[in-house]
C-alpha cells in the first residue's frame, strides 16, 4: 500500500516552454503532498506543501509564479514549471501522506526534467 | 553551520559488514527522526523513523537516536549489494513541520 506515481518519469523541453508534472496517490487518499527538487549528490530541498482544495504554501526562495501547484483531488497533485530555463534543469519528487504528518511520506519515483 | 549534518560518503563495506550510518544536528527541538532510502534516480523510500530517543529495530536494520548526543545512527546487519543506496537522515520537531534533511550518504556493499 501508499503507492504514490508521477508522470512523466523524464521530459525534455524547450526554454520557454512549461511542463507540466503529474502526482498521484494509488492506493489511498492524500491530505497532503509535497513537492521537491533534489540537485545531483544534493538532498532534498522542499519547494512547497500542498493541500486539497485550498493553495500551495511556498518555501522562501521559490517562486510561486513560476512553479505553479494545483492540488485538485485527494489523490492528484500536479506541478506546472512556467517558462522553464536551462537552470530549472532538475529532479522534481512528489511526496504524499495519509495522515498530514510530515514523517510519514511516501515519495513517488520522480521526474527527471532536462531544459534545453 | 546546517542543521542536520550527514557524510555524503561514499562507503564502500564488503557484503556481510556491519554498516553504521549516521547524522549529527544542531535543533533540541527536534523530536521525530526518520532514515529513508534513496535508489539511484528514484524517490527516497522510508526504512524506519523513531520518536524522541531511543532504539528501533527491523529485521537487519537498527535506529537509535541519542538526543543528550543530537546525534542519530542507522545499523544494517548482514549487509547485501541490493542495501547499496543513499540513505537520507531526516527530522522534525512536531509531525506536522516539515522534514529537515541530511544530505544523504551513498553506501556501496562490494560483493
Known amino acids: 500500500g501508499a503507492v504514490v506515481s508521477q508522470h512523466p518519469s523524464r521530459v525534455i523541453c524547450k526554454s520557454g516552454t512549461s511542463v507540466k508534472i503529474e502526482c498521484r496517490s494509488l492506493d489511498f487518499q492524500a491530505t497532503t503532498m509535497f513537492w521537491y527538487r533534489q540537485f545531483p549528490k544534493q538532498s532534498l530541498m522542499l519547494m512547497a506543501t500542498?493541500?486539497?482544495?485550498?493553495?500551495?504554501?511556498?518555501e522562501q526562495g521559490v517562486e510561486k509564479d513560476k512553479f505553479l501547484i494545483n492540488h485538485a483531488s485527494l489523490t492528484l497533485s500536479t506541478l506546472t514549471v512556467t517558462s522553464a530555463h536551462p537552470e530549472d534543469s532538475s529532479f522534481y519528487i512528489c511526496s504524499a501522506t495519509l495522515t498530514g504528518s510530515s514523517y510519514e511520506q511516501y515519495f513517488g519515483p520522480g521526474t527527471r526534467l532536462t531544459v534545453t | 553551520q546546517k542543521e542536520v549534518e550527514q557524510d555524503p560518503g561514499p562507503l564502500s563495506v564488503p557484503e556481510g559488514a556491519i554498516v553504521s550510518l549516521n547524522c549529527t544536528y544542531s535543533?533540541?527541538?527536534?523530536?521525530?527522526f526518520m532514515w529513508y532510502r534513496q535508489y539511484s534516480r528514484k524517490g527516497p523510500e522510508l526504512l524506519m523513523y523513531t520518536y524522541s530517543s531511543g532504539n528501533k529495530e527491523d529485521g537487519r536494520f537498527t535506529a537509535q537516536v541519542d538526543k543528550s548526543s543530537k546525534y542519530i545512527s542507522l545499523f544494517i546487519r548482514d549487509s547485501q549489494p541490493s542495501d547499496s543506496a543513499t540513505y537520507l537522515c531526516a527530522m522534525s520537531s512536531n509531525s506536522n513541520y516539515q522534514l529537515i534533511w541530511g544530505a544523504g550518504t551513498k553506501l556501496i556493499i562490494k560483493p
Open positions: 535543533n533540541s527541538a527536534f523530536q521525530y
Open positions: 500542498s493541500n486539497e482544495g485550498s493553495k500551495a504554501t511556498y
